[in-house]
């Protein structure tokens, strides 16, 4: 009689749960609100949920929802100790290679194109970025890291980011600061 039970309360709480996913979507601001702040509370743990409120997230346009949906998933969300065989790469701020990849760089530099000193702001692992007055593409040198020997380098960074770094180590640059 008690499995019975607690299966009926598992199919009432999805239930519930599916309800709630479908109403981020409502019209009614103060109505996804509420929503948001239902889910906080019955949703910890559900990879659905999380799944849910990310999406919702990447999607809406109102600032004070979008602060909302980010505490709502800090509160679902569960952290599952790791298993002891996985690797457990640095944290960024032991990593300075990866550290400096990751960050943005605000850079002066001389156009080859419209020869105008121009400001740039980019990302450390890449090597393109277009000129803010003419428009064409400049390259630059992209200082060796110890993301490249590492070997798990690309783990650390991002593998997209990883593969813009190699490249444009391989393909070098030409601004001038």
Same mark, same amino acid.
């Given at each position: 009689?008690?499995? /019975?039970?607690?299966?009926?309360?598992?199919?009432?709480? $999805?239930?519930?749960?599916?309800?709630?996913?479908?109403?981020?979507?409502? @019209?009614?601001?103060?109505?996804?609100?509420? $929503?948001? @702040?239902?889910?906080?509370?019955?949703?910890?743990?559900?990879?659905?949920?999380?799944?849910?409120?990310?999406?919702?997230?990447?999607?809406?346009?109102?600032?004070?929802?979008?602060?909302?949906?980010?505490?709502?998933?800090?509160?679902?969300?569960?952290?599952?100790?790791?298993?002891?065989?996985?690797?457990?790469?640095?944290?960024?701020?032991?990593?300075?290679?990866? @550290?400096? /990849?990751?960050?943005?760089?605000?850079?002066?530099?001389?156009?080859?194109?419209?020869?105008?000193?121009?400001?740039?702001?980019?990302?450390?692992? @890449?090597?393109?970025?277009?000129?803010?007055?003419?428009?064409?593409?400049?390259?630059?040198?992209?200082?060796?890291?110890?993301?490249?020997?590492?070997?798990?380098?690309?783990?650390?960074?991002?593998?997209?980011?990883?593969?813009?770094?190699?490249?444009?180590?391989?393909?070098?640059?030409?601004?001038?600061?």
């Amino acid at each position: 009689m008690i499995s /019975i039970f607690i299966m009926n309360d598992h199919i009432s709480n $999805t239930t519930n749960i599916s309800l709630l996913l479908q109403n981020l979507y409502h @019209e009614s601001t103060e109505r996804v609100r509420q $929503t948001l @702040e239902e889910i906080g509370k019955v949703g910890k743990g559900n990879h659905e949920v999380m799944k849910a409120l990310q999406e919702f997230l990447q999607k809406e346009k109102q600032m004070p929802l979008r602060i909302l949906a980010a505490q709502t998933i800090s509160r679902v969300k569960t952290i599952a100790p790791r298993p002891t065989e996985e690797f457990k790469k640095p944290g960024i701020l032991q990593c300075p290679g990866a @550290e400096r /990849i990751k960050r943005v760089e605000i850079i002066d530099v001389l156009c080859p194109h419209c020869h105008r000193e121009v400001t740039a702001s980019i990302a450390g692992f @890449e090597y393109e970025f277009a000129c803010e007055n003419c428009g064409e593409m400049m390259q630059r040198d992209i200082a060796e890291s110890c993301i490249e020997k590492c070997p798990v380098g690309s783990k650390c960074v991002g593998e997209e980011r990883y593969q813009k770094y190699l490249k444009g180590r391989r393909l070098g640059g030409n601004y001038k600061t």
